[in-house]
């Protein structure tokens, strides 16, 4: 059996060249917490725009919100500009079943309406369970419903992907959308 081994930022440096395509000179940049703010915080750096990223949590939204409450919920959102009429760049580290995309776009409507929302995330691994689909992906992999993807940041803003066995996830907890 082979192990799967994804460069994390040969990946970021694909998205780069993704958002670059997909944004127009008034884009805002908003990622979803914490990997995709991650994304998010390093392309407004590395794409010289000027502001902060936005942050958006699925937490609010979420239709296992009775099970899970704010349990992982972790950062919350923060969108330090008008959201109606905006054109929204929204970035993830993974794009699994769109059950977090649709509770974070449904989070992002909670503060007004954009003019248009396209996706744009490192890893689409398929296996989706709602019609979500991203706009740009870095790479598509194909993982069994046994393990789960999770981006790393070290101390430097160096990324890294681990691979593991669902439910086994540390630190931020499940991170696949």
Do not use: C
């Not at 994390?8 to 670059?20: D, F, M, N, S, T």
């Amino acid at each position: 059996m082979s192990e799967l081994v994804l460069d994390a930022e040969a990946l970021y440096r694909e998205l780069l060249r993704g958002v670059q395509q997909l944004r127009t000179p008034d884009t805002r940049l908003v990622g979803i917490t914490s990997g995709g703010a991650w994304l998010a915080e390093r392309l407004q750096r590395d794409l010289a725009l000027a502001g902060e990223a936005g942050v958006i949590s699925s937490a609010m939204h979420r239709d296992d919100f009775a099970k899970r409450g704010l349990s992982g919920a972790g950062q919350q959102t923060q969108l330090g500009f008008d959201v109606d009429d905006a054109h929204i760049v929204l970035l993830d580290d993974v794009l699994y079943t769109g059950r977090t995309i649709r509770a974070v776009i449904n989070e992002l409507f909670d503060y007004g309406r954009p003019a248009s929302v396209k996706l744009a995330v490192l890893v689409d691994r398929g296996g989706r369970e709602l019609p979500v689909q991203a706009d740009y992906a870095a790479a598509r992999v194909t993982l069994p419903p046994a393990q789960s993807l999770a981006l790393a940041r070290d101390e430097a803003g160096r990324f890294s992907f681990k691979v593991e066995a669902a439910g086994s996830m540390t630190g931020t907890g499940p991170k696949e959308h």
